[in-house]
């Protein structure tokens, strides 16, 4: 396994500060961010011009300039927005970040499955998170019959034909309807093995998931991961549970955060996901994805990429 970098994580470089700052610290793969999801405006990469080849010249260039591989496209967002032309944006993002992949030889691209409305419509997106009121008993189940798994059904069909090459990988967590590995598992009749799985562990550690029982289920669909931890906060959780209306940003109130690798988990339970995942098939970039709200970007990468480092040590030394 080497190590990543996500460059939404380093969003206040330019994209050759951002190559220059990971070659300086030996690392060589780099997830390049296009989606409707993240800093505003994009700071690495604009699509608007990214579809012409000497734009696509450039980006090679300088990453052959500063030794890094281009390992994923990322195009996070709601491909299944209720609001259309959010919809049409996130789906035209992951859309050109597929062709970007094929045009720079790259065969990973990550995204969510999306969170459509309910039956009755709306502009927002409704999260089935849930099935104890006569009301929601059913929303799982009418979203992934009329939304999601037709989506992903013609999407897997779609990359088959133009980018045979390219697996999928989406990305699990609470607020979009594929967030557990019993939602995965609903979804596999609907998709072929070019959508698979972005292993984080850390949207799986808030929720009271062991992510080695994830890889333990679906080990050989994994195909991404992000490097990133979860800090709980036992006292918190009494009071509040881990669910709450506010975003985890405030790290003196939240019940969790995410958290720099190393920082919620220690590095015996990182080499024994670890070690799961490569028995398991998966031996490729552990990138890492800053969200720590303690630190800034570089802090927060760095202290990840030492996190990274000692427990991949550690699984090297073991093997």
């Known amino acids: 396994?080497?190590?990543?970098?996500?460059?939404?994580?380093?969003?206040?470089?330019?994209?050759?500060?951002?190559?220059?700052?990971?070659?300086k610290r030996g690392i060589t793969d780099i997830e390049l961010g296009v989606g409707a999801w993240g800093p505003w405006p994009r700071p690495h990469?604009?699509?608007?011009?990214?579809?012409?080849?000497?734009?696509?010249?450039?980006?090679?260039?300088?990453?052959?300039e500063y030794g890094i591989r281009l390992g994923a496209v990322n195009?996070?967002?709601?491909?299944?927005?209720?609001?259309?032309?959010?919809?049409?944006?996130?789906?035209?993002?992951?859309?050109?970040?597929v062709e970007l992949a094929v045009a720079m030889g790259v065969d990973r691209v990550i995204t969510m499955s999306g969170c459509p409305a309910g039956a009755a419509g709306g502009a927002l997106g409704v999260f089935?998170?849930?099935?104890?009121?006569?009301?929601?008993?059913r929303l799982f189940t009418w979203q992934l019959e009329h939304e999601v798994g037709p989506f992903w059904r013609q999407t897997s069909d779609w990359l088959a034909q133009e980018a045979p090459e390219v697996m999928v990988c989406l990305e699990m967590h609470?607020?979009?309807?594929?967030?557990?590995?019993?939602?995965?598992?609903?979804?596999?009749?609907?998709?072929g093995r070019?959508?698979?799985?972005?292993?984080?562990?850390?949207?799986?550690?808030?929720?009271?998931?062991d992510p080695v029982t994830v890889v333990e289920a679906f080990g050989d669909r994994?195909?991404?991961?992000?490097?990133?931890?979860?800090?709980?906060?036992?006292?918190?959780?009494?009071?509040?549970?881990?669910?709450?209306?506010?975003?985890?940003?405030?790290p003196s109130q939240a019940p969790w955060h995410f958290a720099s690798v190393g920082e919620g988990h220690d590095d015996a339970t990182w080499v024994t996901l670890f070690n799961a995942m490569r028995a398991a098939g998966y031996d490729?970039?552990?990138?890492?994805?800053?969200?720590?709200?303690?630190?800034?970007?570089?802090?927060?990468?760095?202290?990840?990429?030492?996190?990274?480092r000692r427990a991949l040590g550690r699984l090297e030394a073991a093997a």
């Open 128 to 137: 089935p998170c849930w099935a104890t009121s006569a009301d929601d008993e």
């Open 284 to 308: 490729g970039v552990i990138s890492i994805e800053h969200e720590d709200p303690r630190y800034d970007g570089e802090e927060g990468t760095q202290r990840s990429v030492d996190g990274l």
């Open 45 to 64: 990469l604009d699509l608007v011009t990214v579809g012409e080849r000497a734009e696509r010249d450039r980006l090679a260039g300088q990453l052959r």
């Open 194 to 209: 070019n959508v698979g799985l972005n292993m984080d562990p850390s949207h799986f550690w808030w929720q009271g998931i």
């Open 75 to 97: 195009a996070a967002g709601n491909l299944l927005h209720p609001d259309p032309a959010k919809r049409a944006d996130a789906q035209a993002r992951f859309k050109a970040a």
């Open 174 to 191: 609470p607020g979009v309807t594929i967030f557990s590995s019993a939602g995965f598992e609903a979804l596999l009749p609907y998709i």
């Open 1 to 23: 396994m080497r190590i990543g970098v996500f460059s939404d994580s380093l969003a206040k470089l330019g994209r050759r500060d951002l190559f220059a700052w990971c070659a």
């Open 222 to 250: 994994i195909g991404w991961s992000h490097g990133k931890d979860t800090i709980l906060y036992p006292d918190r959780i009494r009071r509040h549970g881990v669910l709450h209306f506010a975003p985890p940003a405030d």
